[in-house]
């Protein structure tokens, strides 16, 4: 069997600019000789048919099952139903899967609440991790929402409560530090790596 892979787990809201620092992260260390992988919360929540989901104005007959959006005073609230959850936790087996087959994984995640951080360690048990918080002002990743033009408006405010349920290793603000900087400072945290989400230092 092979030596299990390291996963590092990029958390933040929706347009916080985790997918651009998984890609060069990836690209980094494939120039150096690193083959990682990247898997993203995306991926699994775009397999879901949309009779299982409720937003921005659509209503899926069966979305208390999936996966929701309930209005607050404070902005939307994402909520999950069974299937909703079922369908995060294979994803985050999945994860584990490809480490333990030997591969390093990039994850572009959104801890969304105690009961995802809790599933993340279970799924991970024994493996090298890395939590990395990736944080934007929400004036930012507002306006980044708005010109992607591929996000439910809202989905950065519903989702800006990441931060307080997952450990973090490493801390990155992408409002303005440039993408070459974060990665650096990605490589240097992932380069210190230790089992079960121990401190490491940048």
Not at 59 to 79: M, N, T
Not at 95 to 116: K, M, R, Y
Not at 141 to 154: H, L, Q, T, Y
């Amino acid at each position: 069997m092979p030596q299990p892979g390291r996963i590092v787990i990029l958390n933040g809201t929706s347009s916080a600019g985790k997918t651009t620092l998984a890609r060069a992260f990836r690209d980094d260390r494939a120039a150096a000789g690193e083959c990682w992988l990247v898997i993203a919360l995306d991926d699994y929540f775009w397999l879901l048919p949309h009779q299982w989901f409720r937003g921005g104005g659509h209503h899926g007959p069966f979305s208390e099952a999936g996966v929701w959006l309930e209005p607050s005073e404070e902005g939307p609230i994402l909520r999950l139903g069974e299937l909703g959850r079922r369908l995060f936790a294979a994803y985050r087996r999945t994860a584990a899967l490809w480490a333990h087959a030997g591969f390093d994984v990039v994850v572009d995640d959104v801890a969304f609440d105690e009961e995802a951080v809790r599933d993340w360690h279970d799924a991970l048990d024994g493996l090298a991790v890395t939590w990395v918080a990736v944080q934007c002002e929400p004036e930012v990743a507002d306006r980044r929402e708005r010109e992607r033009g591929d996000r439910m408006i809202g989905m950065a405010r519903a989702l800006s409560g990441v931060h307080r349920c997952a450990p973090s290793d490493l801390v990155v603000d992408t409002t303005e530090l440039p993408v070459a900087e974060a990665t650096r400072r990605l490589v240097a945290a992932v380069s210190g790596a230790v089992p079960d989400g121990a401190p490491v230092s940048s």
